[in-house]
């Protein structure tokens, strides 16, 4: 008799890997240069000032046990004190929860806040993080566009005056993943100004703002309303592999994050939330150490935006690359970028096809460029290889 095997949960059945993770475990040949990925360069991690926050922080074995469900109070406090300035108001110690990176937060947030079938407005292209997050909560999605100033706060405006009554809405609005922009000043106003008329929630997730290459971002959009829940991160300045990110939000929706953390992982790591406080209570230190970062990003992201440009011309446009670590470019004569993939893959070059960012379906002739890991030689190498794919 062949046993029964028991079934998944139904939510299982709408879900899909992403994309991205797909692809890369296609690229790792060495002879692939990489566009598709989206992580930080390895080599501009402060390997030994980490070093240094661990030995200090293994001193005293209170780092090698359970922590609070909300984060080490003295990050906290050190994270409390860098949104303030960031906010230009006073954030206090409860309103600042430390998560397992800021994509627990995302998925966290979203048990909170969504009942199944809530609507969740996001922006398209959207992050595939986000769309995987809210399937999985049985959230209904609805896409605005996204232009050159970010999110189309007309397009939303028109969906709500339709009588659409969102739970929440999610943006990238600084360097935007993957579309590459920021979100303009008056457009944050607008938003945080719909969210207090309406009732919603916006969330905020804000990864890359501090990588900024020729201006610092406007003032994040939780400056204007406590309708809005800032998310942020530790891994794109730092480390990934320290597992820090962030949600600043009232009192109520941490208290709520609380409950489900504890049924999730009980707590964060004690070890790395005391080696990130080190690192980012040392002002100083800090801030030369983000300024190398923005500097190399810098470099090598202009040198893919003249490289595209100056190979294609007229048949594709890309955006600027003003920070972050994407540039997002549209083929304007009809290339196929899902179909050209195999076909770049074979000359030695990988990105990600625009259309694993449609909401639903479309950006056929898009795609997501990363720039930070290679440098300014091989980037430029890179696009040549793709334009002798394209043919």
Known sequence: MSPTIPSLAGKLGGLQSSAIRDLLKLTVRPDIIGLAGGLPDAELMPRERIAVAADAALRDSACLQYTESPGWAPLRAVLAERESARLGRTVGLSEVFVTHGSQQALSLLAEVLLDPGALVIVEDPAYVGALQVFRAAGARIVAVPLDREGMRIDALTELLERGERPALVHTVSNFHNPGGV????????????LAQRYGFWVIEDDPYGELWFDRPAPAPIASYSHNVIRLSSASKILSPALRVGWLVAPDAVCRGVELLKQGADLCGSAL????????????????????SVRTAYGARAKALVHAFR?????RASCTDAAGGMFVWADFTDGTDTADLLPRALEHGVAYVPGSAFAVDGGYRNSLRMCFTTSDEATLTEAIDRMARAVG
Request: proline residues 0%.
């Open 272 to 291: 790395t939330h005391q080696i990130t406080a080190d690192l980012l209570a040392d002002e100083s230190w800090l801030a030369g150490h983000v300024d």
């Open 182 to 193: 920021t979100m303009a000043e008056h457009r944050r106003r607008e938003l945080a100004e």
């Open 310 to 314: 100056a190979t294609f011309g007229d």
